[in-house]
Structures are given as C-alpha cells and as structure tokens.
C-alpha cells in the first residue's frame, strides 16, 4: 500500500467533515457507530504521523492502516448499503494511493447515496489526475450543483479548466473564450469564499497568465492587492516576484528591478537570478 505522508493533514481534516454522516446519540445505529470509531482511530494514526514528521516509521504506518482498511472492509460487509462508510473509506483509499480502489468504492458510495458532494468532487479529481478530463466535469459540475458555496469545489474546476483546456476545446465543450471565463470565475469564487486561504487568492491572480491573451494590467492588480494582505518576508517576497514577472512581460524592465532588490529571501534567489537573467542584455556569439 503507497503512502504519502505530506496528505495526512488534509485527509485528517476530510475525515472530520465526515462525522456529519454518522448521526449522534440516540438514534445511532451499530454501524454509525463503528464508522465514527474507525475515522477516530484513522484521525489519531494520521495525527500522530503527521506530528512525527521525518522521524515516521513508515512500516508501523502502514500496518496501522492496513489494520484501518480491514476495519472498513467488514463494516462494508455487514452494513452493504450503508453509504458514509464508502465514502470514508473511499476517500482514505484515494490518499494512500490506492486510486483504481478508491473509485469503486466510491462509485458505490454514489450509487447508494447520489447526493453527497464530496463523493462526486473526489471521482472528479481521480478522473482529472487518470488524464480524462472530458469524464470529469460532469462530476465537478454536480458536486457545485449539491454544494456551491464550498471553494475547494471552485477551485478544483477552475484547476480541470485549464489542465484539460486542450481536450475540452477539441471536443466542443467550450470555445477558449468560453472556458476563459469559467476558469478565472472558478479561482476566483474560491478566492471569495474561502478568504483566509491564502493559496486559492494566488492562484486566482496566476490565472490571467493562463488565458489566451495573458491579462497583464488585470494580474498586476491582484498582485498588488493580494500583497497587502501577504505576510512579510517569503509570502510577500513571492508575490514581489510574480509582479516583478508580469512587469517584464509589459517591458517595463526599470519597475521590474526595482521590486526585484526588495527580494532577499534566501530561498527566492534563485528564482530572482531567473527574471534578473532575463532581463540582462542579450550578448551576440
């Protein structure tokens, strides 16, 4: 079983979320009761994983959680039409690695119950990252459909937008005028609705380099807005470089410099090297 120890956070935070599943106390049944047993064990291995760090031993990790898939295993077997459990073991089933798995389970999951967005926003990404976009997006679009208001939903078909953009145009589902507008519109309802996240907000201002016509002016107004609200050092350095970039591109090289000597991070220097380099004289051979 693969494992990937950077996603235990994110998956922790999904296994939370699906408590609301499994109703509380008094009219808990046996199997919702098992299952908010084994998200408890699974959030406690995947916590203290995570705390570990680079100390994980990745052998006892996985015992742990093959122990956690076992678990699933017969709850499924003696509750088969109970669909949270698929869903929760679904979505560990996808974050370990386990894709192929994890989309039977929760196909399943969706066929028991066809009104849970988070099954549907998961399919989609696992179809997204299998390389078929066109399968895809009537997942997302239905998981936005049950759940509008959630920005990872957005976010995630603002991202299916421009990496499947080629295969979407070719088969006539969007003109690129067309799935411009939905891509900058998806990042930036994310953006909005979630907007302590600081990652959805940039990736928001880098989508005007992802149109056709890149929209200079446009990104370097976000930038300028976004790091107002950045936290100083490396968060508003990045961003000093993204509109150093954008400025290049404008040839307004003398702006460009300037911003670009406010960048001291260690980590950045390479990436500032970069403009700097393109902005240097070009010397005939």
Known sequence: MR???????????????????????????????SLKEIVARQWDILARASAEGEHLDEARLRGELQNVVNSYDILIQKSPEFAPAYVAYGMLLGQVGMTKEAVGILLKANKLDPHIPVVKNQLAKHLAE?????????????????????????????LLLTEGRDEFIRTGQFTRPALDRAMLEAFRKAAELAPDK?????????????????????????????????????????????????????????????????????VLLKQKQTLLDQMAPKTEK
């Not at 120890?5 to 935070?13: E, I, P």
């Not at 380099?209 to 930038?223: I, M, R, S």
């Not at 591109?249 to 300037?258: E, F, L, N, T, Y």
């Open 3 to 33: 494992y990937f120890g950077k996603n235990t956070a994110r998956l922790g935070w999904l296994l939370a979320g699906l408590l609301w599943l499994a109703p509380a106390a008094p009219a808990e049944t046996l199997a919702e009761k």
């Open 130 to 158: 299998d390389g078929k976009p066109v399968e895809a997006l009537p997942w997302i679009m239905a998981a936005l459909d049950l759940e509008p208001k959630e920005p990872l939903y957005h976010y995630h078909f603002g």
């Open 198 to 266: 600081f990652a959805y907000a940039y990736r928001a201002a880098e989508a005007y380099y992802d149109l056709e016509t890149p929209q200079w002016d446009d990104a370097l107004k976000v930038w300028a807005a976004l790091e107002e609200r950045a936290k100083p050092g490396v968060e508003q350095q990045t961003i000093r470089l993204q509109a150093a970039n954008v400025l290049i591109k404008k040839g307004q090289k003398d702006r460009a410099s300037a911003l670009l000597t406010t960048v001291t991070e260690g």
